[in-house]
């Protein structure tokens, strides 16, 4: 028999895993722009995220950064690497043919790129995908537009790599 306290508990470890999870897609996103704007390998930079990045205290003792997912974080990463053909190609064809992938923000890139070794394989449901990289979205862009872009090329992307799921 459950009381009460193991509901709240139960809530609190899914609040838990919620953040860890949407860490991993931040510090993913991250990763994937650190590897582009530095010509790094994904094997270097991950190795860096997880050991001097998630989950640490900054300089400033304020500063600590947040616990991800490491498994989680991982498996972007690789899956944005090994993928990133076929990301970059949906990602384009969601694009106004003026602005291909190559044209547009670096971060952006990244975002799209992250997001699509979720669609590409089939552990999270697309919706969730596209709500979570849209907050992402949010977090690095003040304005609303570039989260209403983000929406709309995710929305496009998910419909092409898993239509069964619309």
Same mark, same amino acid.
């Given at each position: 028999?459950?009381?009460?306290?193991?509901?709240?508990?139960?809530a609190?470890?899914?609040?838990? &895993?919620?953040? &860890?999870?949407?860490?991993?897609?931040?510090?993913?996103?991250?990763?994937?722009?650190?590897?582009?704007?530095?010509? =790094?390998?994904?094997?270097?930079?991950?190795?860096?995220?997880?050991?001097?990045?998630?989950?640490?205290?900054?300089?400033?003792?304020?500063?600590?950064?947040?616990?991800?997912? =490491?498994?989680?974080f991982?498996?972007?990463?690789?899956?944005?690497?090994?993928?990133?053909?076929?990301?970059? =190609?949906?990602?384009?064809?969601?694009?106004?043919?003026?602005?291909?992938?190559? &044209?547009?923000?670096?971060?952006? #890139?990244?975002?799209?790129?992250?997001?699509?070794?979720?669609?590409?394989?089939?552990?999270?449901?697309?919706?969730?995908?596209?709500?979570?990289?849209? #907050?992402?979205?949010?977090? $690095? $862009?003040?304005?609303?537009?570039?989260?209403?872009?983000?929406?709309?090329?995710?929305? $496009?992307?998910?419909?092409?790599?898993?239509?069964?799921?619309?």
């Open positions: 028999m459950t009381g009460r306290g193991d509901t709240r508990r139960d609190g470890d899914r609040q838990g &895993r919620q953040a &860890r999870t949407a860490a991993a897609r931040l510090y993913a996103v991250q990763a994937l722009f650190q590897m582009e704007a530095s010509g =790094q390998s994904a094997d270097r930079v991950q190795s860096e995220f997880v050991n001097w990045r998630i989950g640490r205290e900054g300089e400033d003792a304020d500063i600590v950064s947040a616990e991800a997912d =490491q498994a989680l991982s498996r972007i990463v690789d899956d944005a690497v090994t993928w990133q053909g076929r990301i970059d =190609q949906m990602t384009d064809r969601a694009l106004v043919a003026k602005w291909p992938i190559g &044209r547009i923000d670096p971060v952006l #890139r990244a975002l799209f790129r992250a997001a699509g070794a979720e669609l590409v394989t089939p552990k999270t449901p697309p919706k969730v995908v596209i709500a979570e990289y849209v #907050r992402i979205a949010q977090a $690095f $862009f003040a304005e609303g537009r570039e989260s209403k872009f983000v929406n709309a090329v995710l929305d $496009f992307m998910a419909r092409e790599a898993r239509p069964e799921a619309f």
